[in-house]
Nanobody, 126 residues
Framework: QVQLVESGGGSVQAGGSLRLSCAASGVTSRSYCMAWFRQAPGKEREGVAS????????DYAFSVKGRFTISRDNAKNTLYLQMNSLKPEDTAMYYC???????????????????WGQGTQVTVSS
């Protein structure tokens, strides 16, 4: 059974940085997609960044490219999201997600992910 537990959220001023962590138990295969999603009040859940555990290929939403970095420590079974140059529009609940895959490229569509964490709140003030 896959369990995902996020941490690292908080409040920060615009221009600041945060690093989110997702402790993943049960992700024992090297062929998983893992991703970060976010959802602001009144908005749909959107993909932020994804990574393929087998080869490390990544994808990012256009709105965060160049500011956010997704990474994974396979030895620690932990997913990270380094967020720099934060903007007020980055304010949202951030979720970690995972899905077993055949390989290669990882989508940012939430409906393709099977396992979800409980979320961690990020608030960016101007």
């Amino acid at each position: 059974q896959v369990q995902l537990v996020e941490s690292g959220g908080g409040s920060v001023q615009a221009g600041g940085s945060l690093r989110l962590s997702c402790a993943a138990s049960g992700v024992t295969s090297r062929s998983y997609c893992m991703a970060w999603f976010r959802q602001a009040p009144g908005k749909e859940r959107e993909g932020v960044a994804s990574i393929y555990t087998g080869g490390g290929s990544t994808d990012y939403a256009f709105s965060v490219k160049g500011r956010f970095t997704i990474s994974r420590d396979n030895a620690k079974n932990t997913l990270y999201l380094q967020m720099n140059s934060l903007k007020p529009e980055d304010t949202a609940m951030y979720y970690c997600a995972a899905a077993p895959v055949g390989g290669g490229w990882c989508s940012l569509l939430p409906q393709l992910y099977d396992y979800w964490g409980q979320g961690t709140q990020v608030t960016v003030s101007s």
